[in-house]
T-cell receptor, first 111, second 118 residues
Framework: SQQGEEDPQALSIQEGENATMNCSYKTSINNLQWYRQNSGRGLVHLIL?????REKHSGRLRVTLDTSKKSSSLLITASRAADTASYFC???????????FGQGTRLTINP | DTGVSQNPRHKITKRGQNVTFRCDPISEHNRLYWYRQTLGQGPEFLTYFQNEAQLEKSRLLSDRFSAERPKGSFSTLEIQRTEQGDSAMYLC????????????????FGSGTQLSVL
């Protein structure tokens, strides 16, 4: 079973535009992480936000967390063709020792 | 630091055969995870090790699956009597366990082993 639900399942935008992906979860979390996966490859960690944080930035990435709504969003600004990948949110639950992944958003950046 | 290494990258087998995958984690990482991923889905947790101890195994995991991590270094995942439903990407990840109240461990993934059961 997967804790996170991501929206949209697929997103296609033009290069240079901003891309926003959303993740909702069900139970209290320790932290929430975002990962990227290129086709046929392993996942790469992008950014982590703790449950007591509301927003974090890393380069062109901005993550927000709303624990009252049990949701997070990942914004990629000024998208590039190389950003084409699947993006997954993963939650670390209090008292649990594993990350639980959502189903992912497939992002396509059109040149 | 060469990252997490998984072998083989691809495995094709016939139904009923046994297969074994290997994962070499980042050397200083004490925690190792196995996940399974099918097309269009997110990774699904299978099991994890803290050093050589297997501390959790998914309730969804059939008893045909077994994993080991001898001496707390590399790990193997064996599937016995494979079924077509076992076809998936098997991902290994490693990390170092933090000590603070907030566990900020991020996972480092290998490139996976793609299993096809015919």
């Amino acid at each position: 079973s997967q804790q996170g639900e991501e929206d949209p399942q697929a997103l296609s935008i033009q290069e240079g535009e901003n891309a926003t992906m959303n993740c909702s979860y069900k139970t209290s979390i320790n932290n929430l992480q975002w990962y990227r996966q290129n086709s046929g490859r392993g996942l790469v960690h992008l950014i982590l936000i703790r449950s007591n944080e509301r927003e974090k930035h890393s380069g062109r990435l901005r993550v927000t967390l709303d624990t009252s709504k049990k949701s997070s969003s990942l914004l990629i600004t000024a998208s590039r063709a190389a950003d084409t990948a699947s993006y997954f949110c993963a939650t670390s639950l209090w008292g649990a020792q594993k990350l639980v992944f959502g189903q992912g958003t497939r992002l396509t950046i059109n040149p | 630091d060469t990252g997490v290494s998984q072998n083989p990258r691809h495995k094709i087998t016939k139904r009923g055969q046994n297969v074994t995958f290997r994962c070499d984690p980042i050397s200083e990482h004490n925690r190792l995870y196995w996940y399974r991923q099918t097309l269009g889905q997110g990774p699904e947790f299978l099991t994890y090790f803290q050093n050589e101890a297997q501390l959790e195994k998914s309730r969804l995991l059939s008893d045909r699956f077994s994993a080991e991590r001898p001496k707390g270094s590399f790990s193997t995942l064996e599937i016995q009597r494979t079924e077509q439903g076992d076809s998936a990407m098997y991902l290994c990840a490693s990390t170092s366990l933090g000590t603070g109240a907030y566990r900020d461990e991020k996972l480092f993934f290998g490139s996976g082993t793609q299993l096809s059961v015919l």
